[in-house]
């Protein structure tokens, strides 16, 4: 049995392993990372991320064809199979894991594939195809992501029964769809299905999408995803899911049965934490599979630390890079540790979702005295010639000192947009403020000047 000895081991390739390995590399540390899957890029890569926002990228493009009337002058509207729109995403996944797998071998990280379990507070086994070694470390960072949660009462081995991950196996294009859980995943599926013309029905075990959501922006997300054909049912919970041959039945507690062609299940995922012999550490994760940590990565067991999905909240690849970046900060003591806390949201539905802040109903709560400045993209010149008029920017400020309290945007490329409001949510002190918007000059015609035209919105409010 071959032994190893490292200063940090990292379990997991995903986002938060990489930025946990690259960190602590570039600080002089010697680092491993173990990575059960053939190749790096964790869920992210394979089966969420990047899968699914190509994925969507396709669609709306077919979508942009199929309803742009330039092109309709020169021909008839196409369809396009699922598996053959999924055929992008896979050139995606391959560009992707070979520009990562260049990074460890760059930065001199060595990539070890097999299966890790801790064999105490300091060692960990590795078991792969033909072998078993052991890594001693002084520091550990467990990195190994989710999984989706799949309840024991349904068949996830049924051929039309599928999860969010098995769903990118799916070999050909479903008439109906029934998707069970409304979340943010479930959300964008059924955007991504409506815009290939399947008939989608999203059950909802809450009273309205996505909570989290500043209220004006999450009935606007219902409103056009019933708009695309996709009947939504809330406060609704599962009796039974039932595959045969032909398709599957979904029957619920209120009494409806719901039939169609192929069943997506997206409620919920769980950290995986069950192989790791964390029993031999002293470490217990939740029901859920996820492992509680300080305000600095650190579990109950002081050399090792536990980052991304694994963790809980926000289970995002962009804090997840963050986090692993910051846990390998605590271990080398540099000047670039934070806990990650400012996370925005990106939620890739059509038309796709972004905000950071506060929202309406948070500020109402609090007593804050806030205003609202709008923009509606239809207003827009930059939005009237690419055709995506659909959406709006809205900024919450401070009615008195003007200070921005939340970005909330919804629409073509909201995910970029945001990122403007959250610098200047970021700035010190008086910097942070509504004037900016006002006083700076913004490119015409842009999908950014949405900032000025909203800014100027809320200043006619204040008296």
Request: charged share 20%; with cysteine.
């Amino acid at each position: 049995m071959a032994e190893h000895h490292y200063d940090v081991v990292v379990i997991g390739a995903g986002p938060s392993g990489e930025g946990a390995a690259m960190n602590a590399t570039k600080h002089g540390k010697r680092v491993a990372i173990i990575e059960d899957k053939p190749t790096v890029g964790g869920n992210c890569t394979h089966w969420g991320t990047i899968p699914s926002k190509a994925l969507r990228h396709s669609v709306k493009q077919i979508i942009t064809f199929n309803t742009n009337q330039m092109f309709r002058d020169i021909g008839e509207p196409r369809w396009f199979s699922f598996p053959r729109v999924l055929q992008n995403a896979q050139k995606v996944i391959g560009k992707q894991v070979k520009l990562r797998t260049q990074f460890y071998a760059r930065n001199r990280v060595d990539l070890l594939n097999g299966r890790a379990s801790f064999l105490d507070r300091n060692r960990i086994e590795i078991r792969g195809n033909k072998s078993v070694e052991t890594l001693h470390f002084k520091q550990a960072i467990i990195a190994t992501g989710s999984r989706p949660y799949l309840p024991p009462d349904v068949d996830f081995r049924h051929h039309r029964i599928y999860n969010s991950d098995t769903i990118l196996s799916l070999s050909h294009t479903p008439r109906t769809l029934v998707i069970y859980g409304a979340g943010v995943i479930g959300s964008e599926y059924a955007s991504i299905f409506a815009g290939l013309g399947v008939k989608v029905d999203l059950i909802n075990p809450g009273s309205r999408l996505l909570t989290f959501l500043d209220d004006e922006i999450s009935d606007a997300l219902s409103y056009h995803l019933r708009n695309n054909g996709v009947l939504v049912r809330h406060n609704e919970q599962y009796e039974s899911v039932v595959g045969d041959d032909h398709g599957v039945v979904l029957s619920l507690q209120s009494g409806k049965k719901i039939r169609a062609d192929a069943f997506l299940w997206c409620n919920g995922r769980s950290g995986n934490t069950d192989t790791l012999g964390l029993e031999n550490v002293g470490l217990v994760p939740n029901g859920r599979g996820q492992l509680a940590v300080d305000d600095h990565y650190r579990t109950d067991v002081e050399n090792i630390y536990a980052v991304g999905d694994v963790i809980g909240w926000p289970s995002l690849a962009s804090a997840a890079y963050d986090q692993g970046r910051s846990a390998s900060s605590d271990i080398v003591k540099d000047e670039y540790f934070r806990f990650v806390s400012d996370v925005p949201t990106g939620i890739y539905t059509i038309p796709e979702i972004s905000s950071v802040g506060k929202t309406e109903r948070e500020l109402t709560e609090a007593k804050v005295p806030y205003e609202v400045g709008q923009a509606f993209f239809k207003d827009l010149a930059r939005a009237q010639i690419t055709g995506e008029a659909v959406g709006m920017l809205k900024i919450l400020f401070h009615r008195e000192s003007r200070e921005i309290l939340g970005i909330h945007c919804f629409g073509d490329q909201a995910a970029e947009i945001v990122h403007i409001g959250q610098a200047i949510m970021n700035q010190p002190g008086e910097a942070n403020s509504l004037n900016y918007f006002i006083n700076t000059t913004f490119n015409y015609p842009t999908m950014a000047e949405a900032y000025r035209v909203a800014a100027l919105n809320g200043l006619n409010r204040i008296f």
